[in-house]
């Protein structure tokens, strides 16, 4: 009896790999059988192919990495099948941080039974706003009440993301600049540039301790590591001041962060006079707006919608990767009644473009100069409003130009062939610095 309960568990269990193994195949064999994509709206990125096979490539692993990539890109319900997998690990993640807290409180409850059965207040000694020490007999042993600024960091995403007490902004943990490499933008490549160059910094939660937003002086540090002709920044003084600027749930700027920071940007390359763009126009889209932290997390937090601003600029030409082409989906965004709204649309990526290697705009305005702008995603909310002060504006994104040109930004030589005649780099502490890994790894 007990050997033909087996031989059936076992016939079940063949029966269900079979299936299991019949589905992956179908999946992947169905990548030649199926018009592939070229763009993903939900993961706002362009997608890899089915690589075609080369011995060149495939000597230097160029087709393995672009073969695993495609299955990943193209292979049927692969959007459906990362969100799974997302879910399960914030499910997990959700309960190993519910396992810490009561391990904490647990530890917290046995040290407060143990300083109760001793009679001690808070501590041995205790340190006044003078420096000197009280004895234990005179600290109250009443709970002292926090200051009104001490912001509670709440750990949402293990490591990676936090909530400032219930004010449901996600922010990063912030991180000195000591932290950080700066060697993203090669230190002797940009010693090199002979024309006037720039840097602007964006103070993100990431440089920002809001319980001491002057602790980092990470724009301090920057401006030490990287000698440039000018700096700016944009900066806030308070949580409350931060959120004017940032998005709740989406680590970049704002429709008034970014404009801010274009209008600064200005100031610095041409001086106080300049004549800045004006909005023309502030329209919301009554979609609720989950940015990165919450989209990247499958957290579905947010409460905000999506606010831009609108302009009058002339007609003009953008290439991307060197094709002429509309750079971003803001046709996508007809009306009020039409635009993106599924939970997880990337409206910042949609609206302003998403990141590409090299970005052009040409506005044809010949008697003005061309310049190079050096960032990653910061910059797409004001490419344009910059660009159009300027004959030719190009962009360059370190992370995506070496793969997609086959060589490190040169940005002396890149000025010379294309007839630049100033360099702006743009970004906040990560777009600038790789963090060093616990143990200086």
Known sequence: MKNKIKIGYKKIVSFIFLILSCSLLFLFYSLVLRPQKDVSIEENRTLQKVPAFSFKKFAHGE????????????????????TQVKKFFNQLTKKTAQMDAFIAKSQEDVAAAGVGAVGVGVGETDIDET???????????????????????KEVV??????????????????????????IYDPKMLAQVTFPKYLFFIETSESTDFNDIQKSRAFEYIKQTFPMDG????????FEEYKNYFYQTDHHWNFIGSYTGYTKIMR????PGVDVLRPSGRHTYHTVFNGSRSRDNLLGSATEEFTVFKFNLPEYKT????????????????????YPNKLYSNHYGLYYGD????????????EKESILILGTSYTNAINELVASHYNQTHILDFRYYKEWYGEPINAQKYMEKKHLTKLLIIGDISSLGYLRKKGGQ
Not at 64 to 80: C, N, R, T, Y
Not at 133 to 152: F, H, I, L, R
Not at 319 to 338: I, K, L, M, P, T
């Open 131 to 153: 420096g000197s020490e009280n004895s234990a007999q005179s600290v109250q042993t009443e709970e002292v009440q926090p200051d009104k600024n001490a912001y509670v960091y």
């Open 158 to 183: 293990a490591g990676k993301v936090y909530k400032i007490d219930d004010s449901g902004y996600l922010i990063a943990k912030p991180h000195l600049p000591t932290d950080y490499d700066f060697d």
């Open 63 to 82: 087709f393995q990495k672009e073969m695993e990539d495609s299955i990943g890109d193209q292979m049927a319900f692969s959007l459906e099948i990362k």
């Open 268 to 271: 610095l390359l041409e001086g």
């Open 355 to 366: 990141d590409r290697a090299k970005v052009v705009y040409d506005f044809n305005q010949p």
């Open 231 to 238: 700096y700016d920044r944009l900066s806030f003084n308070s």
């Open 319 to 338: 290439f991307v990767n060197d094709v002429e082409r509309a750079y971003g989906f803001r046709d996508r965004y007809v009306s009020d009644e039409e």
